[in-house]
């Protein structure tokens, strides 16, 4: 089975612009989280989709938002990029959501300038 | 709120060393999963386990072993005969099981440690 795969892996932006990350969860999965990794807050909770619905959402401000399509597939949105949203984004993908462990991608590092 | 605390930032071992990655966690859910993850350089999340809040028993994988003490919260990692490939940083993470209306407060999403870096040398 491929594993979860995210588009772009590498992306450099301008503060003020928005940007669009894209995930794809491994076959069968439904269930898709996202999670912000920096070196000064480490990895935290963005939000996690379940059939193409919002589940859970992190502590985050509302420039962040994603969505899930009904192949399961799903995107984040960040507008009005900040100099601080520079991190790496990971997509997890499992089975059902709460109970199920959960698989990564390799993420998208975005550097903001 | 949920918690979960690494106090070791970094650990530095000679290859064959036997090395325990201490987690300590805080959760009022009374039913949760613990995990833990490796991070290699590549930045890929690589799941390593997972331990039900209600199995306390230990585990043994290979090199890799597990302690789980429900008393204490913590779930600590220990590697047998560290190796060079075991260099990267370990992710030990919550996540609850209950959803708000059944009194859960973390259902859904994992809370990780702040990672401990281990470095193996040869």
């Known amino acids: 089975k491929a594993g979860v795969t995210q588009t772009p892996r590498y992306l450099i932006k301008t503060r003020g612009q928005q940007v669009t990350l894209s995930c794809s969860p491994i076959?069968?999965?439904?269930?898709v989280s996202w999670y912000q990794q920096t070196p000064g807050q480490g990895l935290q909770f963005l939000f996690e989709?379940?059939?193409?619905?919002?589940?859970n959402k992190g502590n985050f401000p509302g420039r962040f938002s994603g969505r899930q399509f009904s192949n399961s597939r799903s995107e984040m949105n960040v507008s009005t990029l900040e100099l601080g949203d520079s991190a790496l984004y990971l997509c997890?993908?499992?089975?059902?959501?709460?109970?199920?462990?959960?698989?990564f991608g390799p993420g998208t590092r975005l550097t903001v300038t | 709120a949920q918690k979960v605390t690494q106090a070791q930032t970094e650990i530095s071992v000679v290859e064959k060393e036997d090395v325990t990655l201490d987690c300590v966690y805080e959760?009022?859910?009374?039913?949760?999963?613990l995990f833990w993850y490796k991070q290699p350089p590549s930045g890929e999340l690589v799941f390593l386990i997972r331990?039900?809040?209600?199995?306390?028993q230990n585990e043994i994988s290979g090199r890799y072993s597990w302690n789980f003490q429900k008393s204490t919260s913590s779930f600590n990692f220990t590697i047998t005969a560290s190796q060079v490939v075991d260099s990267a940083v370990y992710f030990c993470?919550?996540?609850?099981?209950?959803?708000?209306?059944?009194?859960?407060?973390?259902?859904?999403?994992?809370?990780f440690g702040q990672g401990t870096i281990l470095t193996v040398h040869p």
């Open positions: 331990r039900n809040s209600f199995d306390e």
């Open positions: 997890a993908s499992s089975n059902r959501p709460g109970l199920y462990e959960q698989y």
């Open positions: 076959s069968g999965h439904r269930s």
């Open positions: 959760t009022r859910d009374t039913t949760y999963y």
């Open positions: 989709y379940f059939s193409e619905t919002q589940r």
């Open positions: 993470a919550l996540r609850g099981q209950l959803g708000a209306n059944a009194g859960g407060t973390s259902y859904g999403k994992l809370t």
